[in-house]
């Protein structure tokens, strides 16, 4: 994680979004936790309906870290920032998935928002949401759509 000094709000964000985004690809679980805070809520696209907490959302992102044991997709598109000295959100597009045991790269498009606060001087994510639209009458969702 990245200190900032001199930045923008939002050049300061968009800093701590690529890293984080880099410590997914890396799957490095410590760097990729750094970015929350403590009492974060996240709603991801995936297993439960929310995370409340560092801890819960640490396990679940070691748990998606398993299903994709080969190299990571993960990017961002289209990411938009509003920020001033003190809260901060974003939103963008997300490319993600990965190669599984057979080797085959799988990846799906999600919808991304996060909500940053900045703590003793770093901004921290305080509330992460991702979400696939679905489809209303077979209720699957639709990873495949693209931007």
């Known amino acids: 994680m ?4 001199g ?3 939002e050049a300061a964000v968009l800093e701590q979004l690529e890293s984080w985004a880099a410590a997914v690809r890396a799957q490095d679980l410590d760097a990729i936790v750094a970015h929350y805070a403590p009492d974060i809520v996240a ?4 297993t439960k309906l929310q995370f409340k907490g560092v801890a819960a959302y640490r396990d679940h ?10 190299p990571m997709v ?9 920020a001033d000295g003190q809260v901060a959100f974003c939103h963008a597009m997300n490319r993600c998935g990965g190669s599984n045991a057979n080797g085959e790269t799988k ?3 999600l919808r991304m928002t996060s909500g940053y606060r900045r703590i003793e001087g770093q901004w ?3 509330h992460e949401h991702f979400s696939a639209p679905f489809d209303t009458r077979s209720g699957e969702a639709l990873f ?4």
């Open 107 to 109: 990846s799906g498009w």
């Open 2 to 5: 990245t200190t900032h000094t």
């Open 124 to 126: 921290k994510v305080v």
């Open 61 to 70: 992102w070691q748990r998606c870290m398993e299903m994709c044991p080969g």
């Open 7 to 9: 930045l923008s709000a």
């Open 144 to 147: 495949d759509l693209e931007p």
């Open 74 to 82: 993960f990017e961002l598109h289209e990411v938009t920032i509003h």
């Open 43 to 46: 709603f991801d696209a995936v």
